[in-house]
């Protein structure tokens, strides 16, 4: 006696299209035609974050524009001379005043008011537009937001006193103070108290909700709040002139479904025979990759939907290969971890010893340059305990607190920190590019200073004694491009594509963590790192991370 018999997948295929497409088609018609409401809301919704992010975008530009603008009357010479240690009580010369009002008319017109005062919050010197100036009529009918700033000494970064400024909304708002980018959309500006900025026809309170009922019609509004500069911004616009377009292209697509149905009917009986041919051919390769025969492959002939499919298969068993050999690797990254905590335990540990005793030699001493001397090497030992514990946090998790900050001054304590290895081995380094302009990225200070410490380290042990590397550091196409280059022996193919592997090293005394470190420190700052070399002398390794 036979069992019941079973059908096909071609017969399966048959019979759902027949049986299910007309009745779940129809479904998907009437819900289509139910949400259409909330469908153009949500495609509202889209189209005001998008186009409040151009706006904020917009507004960020223009806010570093502007921030740079008060940071150079923070860096006037006589603000810095007015506040420093030499001159604490000194007033501004009138040559002084003439000069920064100078500085200042060029920004007037998106400062209403300026206010330096120093670190006990006095207030040194304060500017706000002359009545004659164009711009005075401005200030008075311009929304204004508070900024602050610190000062800080050009040369040794010590604080100074705070700058203060009434910044003009109009200079960060694109297109005036209006915004109309989206079906007559209403743009609301509110400070950090929850003032408005702008005047709006819609009570404030209902105007920043995601929904709400105004003048008899449904609006539907996004929020956004900045940090720098402080403010809350939100885009709304009436919800009407666009849901009834999209009940009406719901009620279109609903018979659209409908034909498309009955089309497919037709053509399902004659593809469904090469359909089910093709995807025997995929179970029976798919069983034997289950069994562990990741060498199996698929005829990827066609341009359809299977043959799509095939093409994926092929290529994830070939995926599933590299997996399986990366998996070594990754062990590799893990003993990397463990061997980061270790080494930051072991030189911590003599790192405080020594700190205490240099804190006791200094408080014994009393010839001035010798506890000047002590006060260096103290510092040296805070920064080397800094640098150590932060690069070797970011070697082992791959995350980095990323802050604002100059990469300058990151480039000079490196090449400091290197110094001694390249007096020690005769080797001359060139410092090259333009640092007169600050170069600004988001990262963290200690793990960057690391990766061009473990750069120039290495130019400088790949050569012997009497050659020469240098550093060029210079702007890009939207990022900030420093390259290490050295006159040693050169990398092979197989070096260059180990080289981030870690523990692997060319030389015998070398740990194998330097480039592997580096690698995964840019990695984590959401940059890359490229080695140019070969047999031949010469090697320039170049590190790429985006600016601010």
């Known amino acids: 006696m036979t ?33 259409a409401t909330r469908s153009g809301e949500e495609l509202l919704q889209a189209r005001l974050e998008e186009t409040l992010g151009d706006i904020i975008q917009e507004i960020g530009r223009r806010w570093v524009g502007k921030r740079s603008d008060l940071l150079e009357i923070a860096d006037h010479p006589a603000v810095q001379r007015m506040l420093g240690d030499d001159a604490g009580s000194a007033t501004l010369t009138d040559e002084d005043l003439d000069a920064l ?25 304060t500017q706000t537009p002359d009545p004659g100036s164009p711009s005075y009529g401005s200030r008075i009918v311009s929304s204004v937001f508070p900024v602050e700033l610190g000062i800080y000494e050009r040369l040794t970064g010590r604080r100074l006193g705070m700058i203060q400024a009434d910044l003009r909304l109009t200079s960060l708002l694109p297109n005036g103070a209006e915004w109309a980018g989206v079906g007559g959309s209403v743009l609301g500006v509110f400070d950090s108290s929850g003032a408005s900025l702008l005047p709006v026809s819609i009570d404030p309170t209902t105007f920043r909700q995601s929904r709400f009922e105004w003048d008899g019609q449904p609006w539907v509004g996004v929020r956004r709040v900045l ?62 990759v289950s069994a562990g ?20 298969f092929n290529s994830m068993t070939e995926n599933l290969r590299t997996t399986m050999q990366r998996l070594s690797e990754r062990e590799s990254l893990a003993a990397v971890g463990e061997f980061a905590a270790s080494l930051a335990h072991e030189v911590r540990n003599p790192l405080s010893s020594i700190q205490v005793d240099l804190q006791r030699v200094e408080e014994e001493l009393t010839e001035s340059a010798a506890r000047d001397l002590a006060r260096r090497a103290l510092r040296s030992i805070e920064r080397l305990n800094s640098t150590v514990t932060g690069a070797l946090q970011v070697a082992r998790s791959g995350r980095v607190t990323r802050e604002p900050l100059d990469l300058r001054p990151v480039l000079e304590a490196a090449t400091r920190a290197a110094a001694v290895e390249y007096r020690r081995r005769e080797v001359r380094l060139e410092a ?50 420093v390259s290490v280059w050295d006159r040693g022996s050169g990398m092979s193919a197989e070096d260059r594509e180990r080289a981030f592997e870690p523990f692997y090293s060319t030389r015998e005394d070398g740990t194998g963590l ?16 490229v080695i140019e070399s070969s047999d031949k002398p010469g090697t320039t390794i170049t590190v790429r991370l985006p600016l601010m």
Do not use: C, K, M
């Open 3 to 35: 069992g019941p018999r079973s059908f096909s997948l071609r017969s399966q295929l048959v019979l759902v299209l027949v049986v299910g497409a007309v009745l779940p088609l129809g479904l998907v018609g009437l819900w289509l035609v139910s949400s």
């Open 101 to 125: 009002r100078a500085v200042y008319s060029a920004y007037e017109q998106d400062f209403a008011r300026v206010i330096v005062s120093d670190e006990a919050g006095e207030i040194r010197w």
């Open 227 to 288: 940090s720098e500069p402080r403010l809350e911004l939100v885009l709304a616009t009436p919800l009407g002139p666009i849901e009834q377009p999209v009940l009406e292209a719901a009620r279109r697509g609903t018979w659209a479904l409908i034909l498309v149905a009955a089309a497919s009917l037709a053509l399902v009986v004659g593809v469904t025979t090469r359909i089910t041919r093709s995807l025997e051919r995929l179970a029976t390769a798919s069983d034997a």
């Open 293 to 312: 025969d990741l060498d199996r492959t698929v005829p990827e002939d066609g341009a359809d939907e299977v043959a799509r499919v095939a093409r994926a």
């Open 432 to 481: 090259s590019g333009d640092h007169t302009r600050p170069v600004f990225v988001r990262g963290d200070a200690a793990a960057l200073e690391q990766v061009f410490l473990n750069l120039l380290l290495n130019a400088a042990q790949a050569q012997e004694e009497g050659g020469e590397a240098g550093l060029v550091a210079r702007t890009e196409d939207g990022h900030a491009v």
């Open 514 to 529: 330097g480039l592997a470190v580096v690698d995964r420190i840019v990695a984590a700052h959401g940059g890359t790192v």
